[in-house]
């Protein structure tokens, strides 16, 4: 079979040529269909997540397929791959043949495609959990996303738009705003993005690119609100006037998916069913195998859309 592997941290991965594995105890063998490349794998790839698995190793922790061998899920059943090590602790989801703990696997409804449902489970629960479980988002309030159309954030936007929320969502240029749903308002800042948000003033914010954005957004939360932390691709660090922030009394409200996972998990059948009907959509890039190298660059580009997904046999 084909597979994706990497030899050092941050060199470039490369396409080999594998043996099939073998049927295992509490494993499951899925026929990959679709598999994504995330932040989490440029994150193991260059050497910064907590753990790795051993060199070489095939990266991906989500995936879609076919079971073709398995003791408890049936042959031929369409699922969805996610976390239980894939990726992080062993080999994952970048080859043709994935074996995969059988607690990793999800039903896959059949009006969900390949592409989405490999792509679905980390933004779309990030985006939920972040607004119902840590936020506790109530119909009526006002919402400021950063990061609007990225995967989490556009995700975001339609969520709280449908739990009744009054949201604003910001984004780099015309073009991105041009794909904001109906019911959002949309703010495209100027070269001084502090000034852009000063008629800004919400109950809640929901920040998924971090550095000087969140930096700047954070002052548009009314006293008594609350701010969740969901990423920081703009940057890793936050300055705060202490004696301010404490006056304003905001809560800071990070977003940890790990501890959080069975949230995310009780949430999926509920997010499939919307992605299947129509109410989410999701945006996502498809590359070959082989260009796994390339998918990686996309996702590290500032303004991309959507979720990169490596697809068999394209």
């Known amino acids: 079979m084909k597979a994706v ?7 470039p991965p490369v396409l080999e040529d594998l043996p099939e594995p073998a049927l295992r105890p509490a494993r499951t063998l899925v026929r990959m ?4 490349v995330g932040h989490i794998d440029r994150t193991v790839w260059r050497g910064s997540f907590l753990k790795h698995p051993p060199f070489p190793y095939t990266p991906g922790v989500e995936a879609a397929g076919v079971v073709v061998a398995s003791h408890v899920h049936p ?11 894939l990726g992080t602790l062993f080999d994952g989801t970048w080859c043709e043949v994935i ?3 059988d607690e990793a696997l999800g039903v896959l409804p059949d009006g969900v495609p390949s592409m989405i449902g490999s792509a679905f489970f980390s933004p779309s629960t990030s985006a939920w959990v972040a607004l119902h ?3 506790r988002l109530s119909a009526g309030e006002s919402v400021l996303l950063t990061g609007a159309t990225g995967a989490v954030g556009s995700l975001a936007v339609q969520l709280a738009l449908d739990a009744g929320a009054e949201v604003t969502a910001l984004v780099a240029d015309a073009a991105q705003a041009a794909r904001m749903p109906s019911g959002a308002k949309v703010l495209v800042p100027g070269s001084d993005l502090a000034s852009s948000l000063d008629s800004v003033s919400v109950d809640l914010l929901v920040d998924t690119v971090g550095g000087p954005v969140l930096a700047a957004a954070l002052p548009r939360v009314r006293s008594g609100g609350r701010a969740v932390l969901v990423g920081y691709t703009a940057g890793n660090t936050l300055t705060l006037d202490i004696a301010h922030f404490l006056q304003r009394d905001v809560s800071l409200l990070p977003l940890n998916m790990f501890r959080r996972e069975a949230a995310g998990h009780a949430a999926a059948p509920e997010l499939l069913a919307r992605l299947a009907d129509g109410r989410l959509k999701l945006d996502v890039q498809p590359f070959a195998l082989e260009d796994a190298a390339k998918a990686m660059n996309w996702i590290g580009q500032r ?3 959507g979720r990169a997904v490596l697809v068999a046999g394209r």
């Open 303 to 305: 303004g991309h859309r």
């Open 5 to 11: 592997r990497v030899h050092a941290f941050d060199s």
């Open 133 to 135: 479980d840590v936020a």
């Open 75 to 85: 042959e031929g059943r369409r699922v969805w791959l996610r976390g239980s090590g």
């Open 33 to 36: 269909e679709a598999a994504t």
């Open 99 to 101: 074996d995969a703990p």
